[in-house]
């Protein structure tokens, strides 16, 4: 008796390996898929952080060309968009403390920067 019992027991291992070898295989394929999807994911939001600094830059240049029109500035300025306007002086942006918004900036009647409103 006990014979067959075992036998019963290798036949019922051996069905749960193959099914687990199946799962096995599954699992690869749908991580093989997910990560191609990750993939293209990826590029396209690539491809949509380039569109996206694309559009700014010619915002920022279409601005310019509208100022010099508008203001009869001279087309010779050399406006960095890299640069901005923080205590009176023209600074790189990345020189600029990170807690200072442009809204934390007070603008005098005169057009003149106010003193800093710290939060």
């Given at each position: 008796?006990?014979?067959?019992?075992?036998?019963?027991?290798?036949?019922?291992?051996?069905?749960?390996?193959?099914?687990?070898?199946?799962?096995?295989?599954?699992?690869?394929?749908?991580?093989?898929?997910?990560?191609?999807?990750?993939?293209?994911?990826?590029?396209?939001?690539?491809?949509?952080?380039?569109?996206?600094?694309?559009?700014?830059s010619q915002t920022?240049?279409?601005?310019?060309?509208?100022?010099?029109?508008?203001?009869?500035?001279?087309?010779?300025?050399?406006?960095?968009?890299?640069?901005?306007?923080?205590?009176?002086?023209?600074?790189?942006?990345?020189?600029?403390?990170?807690?200072?918004?442009?809204?934390?900036?007070?603008?005098?009647?005169?057009?003149?920067?106010?003193?800093?409103?710290?939060?």
């Amino acid at each position: 008796m006990q014979l067959g019992a075992s036998e019963r027991r290798v036949r019922e291992l051996s069905s749960n390996l193959k099914k687990a070898k199946e799962n096995f295989a599954e699992d690869i394929s749908a991580h093989d898929e997910v990560a191609s999807k990750k993939a293209h994911l990826d590029l396209e939001l690539a491809d949509l952080k380039n569109c996206v600094l694309n559009v700014h830059s010619q915002t920022f240049k279409q601005a310019i060309r509208q100022v010099v029109l508008l203001y009869d500035t001279p087309e010779d300025n050399e406006l960095d968009e890299n640069m901005d306007v923080y205590n009176g002086q023209l600074m790189p942006i990345e020189d600029i403390p990170s807690r200072v918004t442009p809204e934390d900036t007070a603008v005098l009647d005169d057009g003149s920067l106010g003193e800093e409103i710290m939060p």
